[in-house]
């Protein structure tokens, strides 16, 4: 039975307004959710623990006399991952081993370099302090998404990592646990949603206040994310997953069929999306979409993910496909073509790309190594995979030696007293005069 989905063709007059439509997703938050993450955010601010163990009973079901009770020691952390199947535990072990080698090629360093007159510059790196992980419990229960969260922090020197992860009627999953102990993660707490965020964002008598929270969530988890930007830093907000794959019509259908579906099956807001030349490879695909969907247990997920937000779109030429891969700067892209690098200078917004006909997206999801937390609903246009840099600061250092003050003074000076800001000016003049 065919299954729908959208047909789209470049050479329509009317194809950047159908695109403009397929793309089109609605982020504002609901009313009803920013009311209650605002009650919540008051609550937790200004009640604490209180507040906490309150909002977790009501919502998780799992009522507690204090919060020490919603803590879990690491030793129960440890047993979780010992508990685990030996193959379970030796693929958890050998994807954070690979996100960890990764990673540390992107550690930043402190460094500085000496002017002609002995003036000192230079850039000082160092580690947040303190970093919150949100990871979401019950059905959406992914223990990938704390080694890519938790082993940047790690790698980058972050003192203190505090998980928060909601444990609905006390119900705990131990291979996100197990995540966590892999990870080094200091502390967990069994808290979820707005009011975890809350938590961790101004502090209570239990939870210490972070420096960022990084982490998906659901819209309550997203939106109090928002709200406590700027008392924290966040990672960002993210929407629903999204993948476009560009083929020139010569990978198995098959293969294209369930890449589309490895999105489709996170959410029925997830998009899904296939540029190829080839019309004859794209009636191919939809002809594998509609027998492979009836094998999937998240059938009708994937059925209205791909129903309402999919697409299979004929372009002119694989040139055309990367300016529209560009115009849709997707979260994934895999360049499922005979020759990837000849094609990678003419990408330019991506969160992630993924090279070659055996590179699908799900082995990035897992265990390739680069983070899989990525930029989403067009945002690749101007930001970045989560990374060790989401973990470190930066300060300028400036040591100016007796040479550069009279060299800079004069300069300061002269801007300062054009500015109309004479106390600058004076500062600066008076290390002229040594």
């Known amino acids: 039975m065919p299954v729908a989905i ?87 072990r050998a994807a954070a081993e690979r996100v960890r080698v990764y990673h540390e090629r992107q550690l930043q360093q402190t460094w500085t370099y000496t002017e002609a007159d002995g003036t000192v510059l230079g850039q000082q790196v160092t580690a947040l302090d303190r970093v919150g992980l949100y990871v979401p419990g019950g059905k959406a229960a992914y223990p990938s998404s704390v080694l890519m969260n938790a082993v940047p922090a790690k790698v980058a020197g972050v003192k203190e990592l505090i998980m928060v ?111 190829s030349p080839d019309a004859v490879f794209l009636d191919a695909v939809q002809v594998s979409i509609a027998k492979l969907l009836p094998t999937m247990p998240r059938i009708d997920v994937i059925r209205t993910s791909i129903a309402n937000r999919g697409g299979l779109i004929q372009c002119r030429d694989l040139d055309e496909a990367a300016e529209i891969a560009n115009a849709i700067a997707p979260e994934h892209l895999e360049l499922s073509v005979a020759d990837p690098d000849a094609m990678l200078p003419k990408i330019r917004h991506a969160g992630a790309i993924f090279m070659g006909r055996n590179t699908c997206e799900a082995l990035g999801d897992y265990c390739a190594g680069p983070n899989h937390v990525l930029p989403t609903s067009r945002t690749a246009r101007f930001s970045s995979p989560l990374g060790v840099y989401d ?44």
């Open 165 to 275: 992860v909601p444990t609905p009627d006390g119900i705990q999953n131990e291979l996100v646990l197990a995540a966590a102990a892999v990870s080094g993660v200091d502390r967990v707490f069994t808290i979820g949603g707005a009011q975890a965020v809350g938590a961790m964002a101004y502090g209570t008598e239990t939870v210490p206040q972070v420096d960022k929270i990084v982490g998906p969530g659901n819209a309550y988890v997203a939106e109090a994310k928002r709200r406590v930007f700027g008392i924290v830093g966040i990672d960002m907000i993210a929407g629903p997953s999204e993948i476009l794959i560009v083929c020139d019509g010569k990978t198995n259908p098959d293969w294209i069929a369930m890449d589309l579906f490895s999105q489709a099956e996170h959410d029925e807001l997830a998009q899904s999306i296939l540029i």
């Open 391 to 434: 973990f470190q600061k930066r300060s300028s250092l400036i040591h100016v030696s007796d040479a550069g003050a009279k060299t800079l003074g004069e300069i300061a000076a002269a801007l300062a007293y054009g500015e109309g800001l004479q106390a600058h000016a004076r500062s600066a003049e008076y290390r002229m005069e040594g």
């Open 6 to 92: 959208t047909r789209l063709d470049s050479t329509q007059p009317d194809f950047q307004a159908a695109l403009k439509k397929l793309l089109s997703f609605s982020s504002e938050t609901d009313r009803n959710v920013s009311q209650t993450v605002d009650e919540i955010l008051t609550a937790v601010r200004t009640c604490g623990d209180a507040a906490v163990l309150e909002y977790t009973a009501r919502f998780d079901r799992l009522k507690v006399d204090s919060m020490t009770a919603l803590e879990l020691p690491k030793a129960h952390l440890e047993a979780a991952l010992k508990g685990l199947p030996s193959t379970l535990e030796k693929a958890l």
